[in-house]
């Protein structure tokens, strides 16, 4: 139910999948209308009629006001706020063109983990140089779809320049199940986002070798030093990652079989091969193309990432896991925590 100190909302949600889906049903709840956009008609067909996304969500009730459409331009016209939730191999054409349609001064906020091949552009970049004429934001965080949708406890994070902007995806989103917290550093958290992915098909093949709870908490660790490690190269704020952004959303997609990139290295992890594994799994797990920019990435300007290079000689290479496993437990050493700030002693 609505909270009823919170003004009624037309809001836009493009991108018809799990987490669109989640974002729409939160939103109709909270009592706002919203636009909900997807390619397919019949899918829109199906959620105006049955109320449900059988594809992504089965059997969950999307109540509220929720509007289907196939109509991106009627979509963005009516909203005062716009979610986008599209895959990354799409966004930027998606935006592109349909760049026009968006007003000057509106708020945008992206919902996608991912980052685009050419240029190593995150999603919020992609909305700056398209629609440059918004205020732009990025929601990230520990966010399972699939609990959001039955209303388990769940907290995440809007990135947002514009004070203005955060504040109002915290009115739109925040109820007794789902909390919004705010931070400034878009970047960082943005690239959390992207970055957890590859570590959740490591944690996923782990899991498959019955590697134990001491290997998860290691790689979870190393894990979180390794993304970091590369964020703050590239301008983001290390304790960005402390937060829901970077620990929290790392923490549950790699120790959770609800998580698509989890799920895929549990596959490989297993014995099947990766088409197979994709196939079988039926949505867009944004770690497969993120592991192959990041490690390009990362041997360009000079970042250790074991792990990423691990993963990539197993995936991509011909490396066994084991293989590539007694490797990473024979390499240097190092520092266990990077960036340890100065004790500061009082007179």
Sequence with gaps: MPESNKPVAEVAVLGGGSFGTAMAKVLGENGHRVHFWMRDEAQAEEVRTTRINSRYMPGIEITGDILPTTDLADAVSKAELVFVA???????????????????????????????????????????????????????GPNLASEIVNHDLTATVIAAKDPDVRHKVQQLLGCEYFRVYANVDIYGVELAGALKNIYAIVAGLAAAMNMGENANAMLITRGLAEMSRFAVSLGANPMTFMGLAGVGDLIVTCTSSKSRNYRIGYAVGQGQNLEDAVAELGQVAEGIYTLELVKKKAEAIGIYMPLVRGLYEILYGNSSINAVIKSLMTSVQNSDVEFILPRTIVE
Excluded: D, Y
């Design 86 to 140: 599209i895959p990354s191999k799409a966004f930027r054409t998606v935006i592109r063109e349909n760049s026009e349609k968006f007003r000057e001064g509106q708020v945008v906020v992206s919902l996608t983990k991912g980052i685009e091949a050419h240029g190593f552009k995150l999603m919020s970049e992609i909305l700056q140089e398209e629609i440059p004429r918004c205020r732009i934001g990025v929601l990230s």
